[in-house]
């Protein structure tokens, strides 16, 4: 299924479909760029999306568009400007560009609070006057067992008759299976977190026990490493508090072990741009109608009922 990657960052969606056929990602971040260019082929296209030509979205022939824009308009910690945030701006043109160009799949993630902005009622206005039929859905990882907690909104608009989308749960690794057992203080100390900042912020930790079979960890935030506080969680380790290493965390979302991390980022940079990835398990099952043979299953199913 041809596929346009939009608002790309490290390349979530093509490690969670690898099915896809993405002929074109795109973002404005140079190092989201250079990390998605370790580990896939697709071109990437570094350049603002609210400048991007309607014409030139037109020509790639996209059936698919997946878009992950900006979550500061909506999300409870930013300043919920909603339409009026210049991050909103590149969507809103993007929104518009759907209704022109009607690609036959449209799909949206974002922050929990996305579905009662001023923005998603003009996307399903705009959308469902084009003849698209959409539907929302709110999904954590956690249910179906997933061990990291981030909810989202998930957004599927399609011309055609809307897809079977359901999320089975399945036997899953336990938190601790995804954490490295070689790190230790002595090794990498910049993981701890110092003890004046244990003392200051120690009942508002998410403190996760890595022994406990049923542990999970929190959502990780793009400010992981420099907000202590309802940025992510810390493990209990050593007679202290850690930071889960980058390798940790892309774990958690669910990046396999053969994803390449840069060698040239530093951590806070790697968990920023993490903090902006997507929860691969999720992505999985939600597109797992767009699999070969579960479209030409679905449009089958479609014909039959037209």
Request: proline residues 7%.
């Amino acid at each position: 299924m041809k596929t346009l990657e939009l608002y790309a960052g490290i390349g979530g969606l093509a490690a969670a479909c690898p099915w896809l056929d993405i002929v074109h990602a795109v973002d404005i971040n140079a190092d989201s760029r250079d990390w998605y260019q370790l580990n896939f082929e697709a071109p990437y296209v570094l350049r603002e999306l609210q400048s991007l030509p309607m014409q030139w979205l037109e020509r790639q022939h996209a059936e698919l568009w997946w878009m992950s824009p900006p979550c500061t308009p909506y999300t409870r910690r930013g300043n919920q400007n909603d339409l009026r945030d210049p991050r909103a701006q590149s969507f809103l043109h993007l929104i518009d560009c759907v209704q022109q160009i009607q690609p036959p799949c449209v799909v949206v993630e974002n922050v929990v609070g996305f579905d009662i902005s001023q923005t998603y009622s003009q996307m399903k206005m705009k959308w469902e006057r084009s003849g698209y039929q959409i539907e929302t859905l709110t999904v954590c990882p956690t249910a179906f067992g997933w061990p990291n907690r981030r909810p989202r909104i998930y957004v599927v608009a399609t011309r055609s008759i809307l897809p079977s989308i359901q999320f089975t749960r399945s036997p899953t690794l336990p938190l601790h299976a995804h954490l490295d057992s070689c790190i230790t203080r002595l090794d990498m100390p910049d993981l701890w977190l110092d003890d004046h900042i244990v003392s200051r912020y120690l009942h508002s930790l998410h403190r996760v026990d890595p022994s406990e079979p049923t542990a999970i960890a929190s959502c990780f935030a793009s400010s992981y490493g420099k907000v202590v506080n309802r940025a992510g969680s810390y493990l209990i380790a050593e007679g202290g508090y850690r930071r889960f290493s980058p390798r940790e965390v892309a774990n958690l979302l669910g990046f396999s072990s053969n994803f390449n991390l840069p060698e040239n980022l530093k951590y806070n940079r790697m968990w920023q741009l993490l903090g902006n990835s997507l929860s691969l398990p999720v992505i999985e099952q939600l597109l797992h109608f767009t699999r070969p043979a579960e479209m030409k299953a679905h449009l089958s199913r479609g014909n039959t009922a037209s």
